[in-house]
């Protein structure tokens, strides 16, 4: 059972700060999603990798399988970036498709 | 192309009725996987189904929940006899393979009083 652990839990920041997310995970996995809730609870995959790093716009995701770690940052932060920023493992190997979420990050950039 | 839809959003059920939660895959998708949230934690993983088959489901509760995803129309996850402590949102994403990315719906707020 792979345990997926995120950190910081909570993260306040102020507009414009560089901000960074960390994940790691317990066994090995094909691959990573990374996952934003808003406060109205809707989920948005954000990206999926299984090694070296994606941009997007101003969110950059990055993952070292060897040492079980992701880290998902986000540059120029902006309010409308506040939410609830998830990491979850999609296991290697036969078995389960679910995913296996951490905890999340909340996440609030204020003006 | 239509995201992943799900209906209720909103779901209010007294104890021991029946909830069924209906899910519609993105054009295309044939793998479904439904999650629960409740209240103040995480998502978690309930059940993984292809059409017409239950793939994986070692998150369900043993007694009364079930899911289905017929050849046609939305997957359903059917709560029988609920309790309060059903209350959660219950998430459905699909995806077009097995192992990519995965797509998820607004999810259903299900309210037991």
């Known amino acids: 059972k792979n345990e997926v652990e995120q950190s910081p839990q909570n993260l306040t920041a102020q507009e414009g700060e560089f901000i960074t997310i960390n994940c790691s995970y317990s066994?090995?996995?094909?691959?990573l999603h990374w996952l934003q809730q808003h406060p109205g609870g809707g989920i948005v995959s954000l990206f999926m990798l299984s090694s070296g790093k994606k941009k997007h716009g101003r969110l950059i995701a990055t993952i070292n399988i060897q040492e079980k770690h992701s880290s998902l940052h986000i540059t120029a932060s902006h309010p409308r970036d506040s939410a609830v920023y998830i990491c979850?493992?999609?296991?290697?190997?036969?078995?389960?498709?679910?995913?296996?979420f951490g905890k999340g990050t909340h996440l609030i950039i204020q003006p | 192309n239509a995201g992943v839809m799900q209906n209720p959003r909103h779901l209010v059920r007294r104890r021991g009725q029946e909830a069924r939660l209906r899910c519609s895959p993105m054009k295309g998708h044939s793998h479904v996987y439904w999650y629960r949230q409740l209240p103040e934690e995480g998502l978690k993983f309930m059940v993984y189904l292809q059409k017409e088959n239950i793939i994986d489901e070692s998150g369900m509760p043993k007694e009364r929940f079930s899911a289905e995803f017929p050849k046609e129309g939305p997957s359903i996850l059917r709560i029988q006899q609920v309790v309060r402590g059903d209350s959660a949102a219950y998430f459905c994403?699909?995806?077009?393979?097995?192992?990519?990315?995965?797509?998820f719906g607004p999810g259903t707020r299900l309210t037991v009083t």
């Open positions: 979850a493992a999609l296991n290697s190997g036969g078995g389960a498709d679910g995913l296996t």
């Open positions: 994403a699909s995806s077009p393979f097995d192992r990519h990315e995965q797509y």
């Open positions: 066994v090995g996995i094909s691959a």
